[in-house]
């Protein structure tokens, strides 16, 4: 008898096979959710506080109620002159009914208390 004769094999059922394919899955899903997080987190500044500056500098232009496009969306660019320049999109439903989507920019500086003050907004239809 040779040696690959003399090997013995080990049945394995089906549900072992199962269990071990979905652990390993279960391992690659939680190194990816954890991989995808930890660069979100590293991507740059938290926004949030800008974005809740720019969304009441845009209201402050319209009477009716504003619809923003998510923060994920908007763009937020430094100026030159140490400015910061950001970009979006809102949608504006007037008393009436009827909405209107209006691309925004706001150039908005911080002042020395530490809020965000705007120093130009301008809005287009799109």
């Known amino acids: 008898m040779s040696a ?10 089906g549900k072992a096979v199962m269990i071990g394919a979905l ?37 402050a232009k319209f009477g009716g109620a504003t619809y923003f496009t998510p923060l994920e969306e908007t ?18 439903v007037s008393p009436g009914g009827p909405s209107t989507r209006y691309a925004y920019t706001v150039v908005m500086h911080q002042g020395p208390d530490g809020d965000w003050q705007a120093d130009e907004v301008s809005l287009v239809p799109v």
């Open 75 to 92: 763009s937020f660019q430094p100026t030159e002159d140490g400015k910061l320049r950001v970009t979006g999109e809102v949608d504006v």
């Open 4 to 13: 690959r004769q003399r090997r013995r094999t080990i049945p394995v059922s």
């Open 23 to 59: 652990l390993i899955l279960l391992l690659v899903g939680a190194g990816v959710y954890a991989a995808v997080h930890l660069l979100h987190r590293g991507a740059g500044p938290d926004r949030t506080a800008q974005y809740g500056a720019v969304q009441e500098f845009v209201k």
